[in-house]
């Protein structure tokens, strides 16, 4: 079931526009942080760099929802165009933060597969974490917080 909490005002929801751009700037840095996982696997693909870019235009007023949505199916395109585990996680990540802009809940995405990508490429999954949760504004902390914790729970790589 989604979380009331995270539909947008104009949905008929509780979520402003201040805190859904915010969570869609969250999840873009939550994605960024394992673009190189990607990269390193597929450096010519562009795709979820440019997901990354466009989610971070919305969270400025810059990008329509429509070229949001755009921009989510091809960085899942992109994770679909390779076999490389983080790889596939970093693009996931990518899509989920640009998705952000159409329906907020898509902003804990990024945090569960910036985790995921780190965890299959050997890395400090509690580092990353707690990086991810250290640039958590404010605004939107406990909303997350509480969220991942609702939709995640136990399963958190």
Same mark, same amino acid.
Do not use: N
């Given at each position: 079931m989604r979380d009331q909490r995270f539909i947008a005002v104009h949905r008929g929801g509780?979520?402003?526009?201040?805190?859904?751009?915010?969570? =869609?700037?969250?999840? #873009?840095?939550? +994605?960024e942080r394992v673009l190189p996982l990607f990269l390193a696997a597929c450096p010519e693909d562009d795709r979820p760099g440019a997901a990354i870019?466009?989610?971070r235009g919305w969270s400025r007023g810059e990008v329509s929802v429509s070229q949001s949505q755009k921009a989510a199916v091809a960085a899942?395109?992109?994770a679909r165009a390779t076999t490389n585990k983080p790889?596939?996680?970093?693009a996931r990540a990518a899509?989920? =933060?640009?998705?952000? #802009?159409?329906? +907020?809940?898509?902003?804990?995405?990024?945090?569960?597969?910036?985790?995921?990508?780190i965890a299959a490429a050997?890395?400090?999954?509690?580092?990353?974490?707690?990086?991810?949760?250290?640039r958590l504004p404010a605004?939107?902390?406990?909303?997350?917080?509480?969220?991942?914790?609702?939709?995640?729970g136990e399963r958190q790589p």
């Open positions: 509780p979520l402003g526009i201040v805190q859904h751009r915010l969570l =869609a700037a969250w999840a #873009a840095d939550c +994605a870019a466009t989610a899942h395109a992109a790889a596939i996680a970093a899509g989920h =933060a640009v998705a952000t #802009a159409h329906m +907020a809940d898509h902003s804990l995405g990024p945090y569960y597969y910036a985790l995921k990508g050997g890395g400090s999954v509690d580092g990353e974490r707690a990086w991810l949760l250290q605004e939107v902390r406990e909303l997350v917080v509480s969220g991942i914790h609702r939709r995640f």
